[in-house]
Structure formats: C-alpha cells, structure tokens
C-alpha cells in the first residue's frame, strides 16, 4: 500500500493515554487561571504575542514570526535568521512550502496531507540544525514556527507537552502529528476547549485576555500551562 494513502502507525494504547492526559489538564479546576494567565497581556507569558504580534504573511516566514516564536523560550540562531529572511533562495521555496500546505486544520487532515506538513516541517529544522541550536532543540523551535505559521495544522510539540502526553519516546513528528489530530477529533475535548475559551471571557473581568481562536493552538496552552506547573 502507498503510505501517501495512511497515517503513520500509532498504538492505540498510546493514544488512548495521551486522551487521558489530556482530560486532565483540561478538567482541573486551576486550568481555568493558568489558561488566562498565560494570554493575559499584562503579564510575561508569551499567549497574547505569540497569538497576535502583526502583521501575518501566510506566504513567508518572516522578522515578526521569529520575534514571536522566540517568545516560546526558543533560540532562532543568527545564522537561521539571516538565511529565512535575507537569502533569496530560501524565501522563495519557504513561500513553495507554505503555498502548497493543505488549507485544512488538523483533525480534517487525510494522509496525503502530511506529505507537504512533512515537507514545510524538515525544511525549517534542517535550517536551524545547519545553523547550530545551542539552548533549544531544533524539533522543538521547528514546530513552534511552524505552529505560527499555522495555527490550525501544526501543533507546538516540545518535551514537557510530548513527555506529558506520552508520546516523546515516539520520536517522530508526524505519529506525534496523529496523537494531536486524534485528540483534536474528540468531540469532549473540542467541547471543554469551547467551555475554557469562554471562561477568559467572563464580561467580569476587567482585563479580559485575548482568546485564542484555534482550538488546536488552545489545547496546546493547555497543555503546556498544566504540564509545566505540576503544582499549580
């Protein structure tokens, strides 16, 4: 069988953990306050910036989405930055790259659809690993640029979400890919994201954080908020 035409093979059983996980995060009491935290503007947590700091080129990748992204406790190197936005040659295949990405979100990806996420994901690591990431791992600044860049499509992996899911050990983008569109197919979990989004919104609250309006990007928050404060 062609394997443009499945998904990359995961257990169910480290599916059905990763649901868990998620469950968790997403039902404790304390989520609430953590989620608007971390995209309250008025404090240091990068939500807000990450989520709204403009303009937005769909077609590029450019000096705003580095800024951004290096908001996420992320290092882009000197050299990655010169290379995404001062050399011709790379502009032009990242905009092939992004132009040929599918215009779907995550949950509603068919398998071919990782071909071109593939493509656009290696792209971007094979820059920052050539350029040298010395206090950040290029997977995980890879998929926080490509997560800017679409929000809905690429999830933010890094160890504490992966670690916390279950699914480092996994190694590989795309099954990580598969876990985060089986979740993101869950119907309880699309559902207490809309309840969570809506409670940063209490009319109560006289600094509303701005929401964000990917859900996929939204559990994402979650789940590194909950993870990465065992302690709440």
Request: proline share 7%.
């Amino acid at each position: 069988m062609d394997n443009a035409s499945q998904f990359p093979s995961v257990s169910e059983n480290v599916v059905d953990h990763a649901r868990e996980q998620a469950f968790i995060a997403l039902r404790d009491a304390k989520t609430p306050r953590l989620l608007r935290e971390f995209y309250d503007p008025e404090t240091n947590y990068a939500g807000a910036t990450f989520t709204q700091l403009g303009p937005v080129d769909h077609g590029a990748v450019t000096a705003v989405d580095l800024v951004a992204t290096a908001t996420l406790s992320v290092t882009i190197p000197p050299r990655a930055v010169r290379r995404f936005l001062g050399e011709e040659g790379t502009a032009q295949e990242l905009s092939r790259l992004l132009h040929a990405l599918p215009d779907v979100t995550l949950e509603n990806t068919t398998p071919a659809d990782f071909a071109p996420m593939s493509e656009f994901y290696d792209f971007i690591k094979t820059s920052l690993a050539r350029a040298g990431t010395a206090s950040s791992n290029a997977w995980v600044t890879a998929s926080k640029i490509t997560a800017r860049k679409r929000p809905g499509l690429f999830p933010v992996r890094d160890s504490v979400v992966c670690t916390y899911l279950g699914i480092h050990n996994l190694r590989d983008r795309a099954k990580d890919w598969v876990v985060f569109r089986e979740l993101m197919r869950d119907p309880e979990i699309l559902e207490r994201l809309e309840v969570l989004a809506s409670s940063t919104k209490e009319p109560s609250m006289e600094n509303r954080p701005v929401v964000e309006p990917e859900p996929l990007r939204l559990l994402d928050a979650v789940l590194w908020r909950f993870a990465g404060n065992p302690g709440h």
